[in-house]
């Protein structure tokens, strides 16, 4: 036994079999063009290429400078904080600041907000509540705060189970006297689900019949800009009044918004009528990110920064990603269709980068899958994703069919 490792450090090889069976799927892919790679999470365009934002490659250029190459502020600075609260918030902005104290705080990529937020915010030691099928990082993201994971059923009669939501927060709020819940929203990650105004009413209830602990609801939005934008915002103007034992923070990924996965962008942001938790909220998260990251990725925040706070770029940069969405709405829609017509079995899907599909047994259909040039990622032992972001619409024509054919 390694007694140099740390006790928080507790990995196997192959927890996180993605990127693994994505390297597999890549040179698979090389050595023959017709094998379908559907493992990983980013968006390719129909001519099969990495999807990118022209816009966005321009002002980048433009801030490739020496000056770029100093540290920035931690938090991103104002005119960063001000972009991207607007770009969060979206229509919803004058209506969510003049009601609520807002701020935020930059980060490396949602995975760097979700990090920050549980240091912030979750005591050692104390559960934090994830989806039972979701985001596979969760876990390690909890153990490295030195937290533990729990999990809520997610889907019961294929909508959100709300019954085992409240059932899982009870459970813990009596054994542990606060609450700390994860709920990645719109386009879940790996179903595709986006919950409903009844079911967010419903949640929202639920989180602040917790009246005398404190409850932190950390949404984790990494897919929201590939759902209309109507739903893709419409939880941050659902919480009514905020007591302060609640707090609603929101965990931004500009990965996929912006198609710049490896620069490492995101940030954390915090919603409240207390004065006293936003001014904590900016000198804590700041110190924290201060204290494991020190500041984030100067050029690209710079380049996304004067993108956000300018309306002609900002409009423009809006219209390439509503084409992305189209395009990522076409395979979905015939993804869906093809497996409801051949009765192959999904998780409700709703939009986003991935549908998940329900086998009997998911490593043995995976093998079965692979043997015919068809490369997915299990999740748990009954479900596999497939990723129709990595994929053409010519490639998902027919793949229900060949899919459901396979496994049974
Ligand atoms: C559900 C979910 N949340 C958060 C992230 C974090 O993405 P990033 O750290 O690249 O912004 C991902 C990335 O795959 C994700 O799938």
């Known amino acids: 036994m390694d007694k140099t490792l740390s006790n928080r450090a507790i990995f196997t090889e192959g927890d996180d079999n993605i990127f693994v ?80 104290f807002t701020s935020a705080v930059a980060a490396p990529g949602g995975t760097g907000a979700i990090a920050l937020a549980e240091r912030c915010y979750a005591n050692q030691d104390q559960t934090i509540l994830i989806p039972s099928i979701g985001w596979k990082n969760y876990e390690a993201i909890a153990m490295q705060a030195s937290c533990k994971s729990d999990y809520y ?71 929201f800009d590939y759902e209309e934008e109507e739903k893709s915002r419409n939880f941050f103007n659902r919480f009514g009044e905020i007591p302060a034992n609640f707090l609603p923070l929101i965990c931004f990924s500009a990965s996929k918004t912006f198609s710049i996965y490896g620069l490492r962008v995101g940030a954390l942001l915090a919603v409240t009528q207390s004065k006293e938790v936003i001014d904590n909220f900016r000198v804590t998260a700041s110190s924290v990110a201060r204290s494991i990251w020190s500041c984030p ?68 259909s995976l093998k079965d899958l692979i043997k015919h040039d068809i490369y997915l990622i299990p999740v748990g032992p009954h479900n596999l994703r497939v990723a129709i972001c990595s994929i053409t619409l010519e490639e998902t024509k027919g793949l229900a069919k060949k899919i459901k054919d396979i496994v049974e």
């Open 153 to 223: 059923n997610l889907f019961k009669d294929d909508k959100f189970d709300l019954e085992g939501f409240k059932e899982k927060l009870t459970e813990v709020a009596k054994k542990e006297k606060r609450l700390f819940v994860i709920i990645n929203n719109p386009c879940h990650n790996p179903s595709g689900y986006t919950l409903s105004i009844a079911e967010i009413d419903k949640i929202v209830t639920i989180l602040k019949s917790f009246t005398d602990i404190p409850v932190v609801l950390a949404l984790d939005i990494a897919y």
């Open 297 to 364: 990725n100067h050029h690209a925040l710079t380049a996304m920064t004067n993108i956000l706070n300018n309306s002609e770029k900002r409009s423009q940069f809006k219209q390439a990603i509503d084409k992305k969405c189209d395009m990522l709405e076409a395979r979905g829609n015939l993804f869906m269709k093809e497996a409801n017509e051949c009765g192959l079995k999904t998780l409700p899907y709703v939009s986003g980068f991935f549908i998940t599909i329900t086998v009997k047994d998911s490593d043995k």
């Open 21 to 100: 069976t994505a390297d597999v799927a890549c040179k698979a892919k090389a050595r023959d063009p017709h094998v379908i790679n559907a493992t990983i999470g980013t968006l390719y365009d129909e001519m099969s290429h990495f999807s990118t934002v022209p816009l966005f490659d321009e002002e980048l250029k433009k801030c490739l400078t020496v000056n770029g190459r100093a540290y920035t502020f931690t938090d991103g600075g104002d005119d960063f904080i001000m972009g991207i609260k607007h770009w969060v918030f979206g229509n919803y902005y004058e209506e969510i600041t003049n009601k609520y």
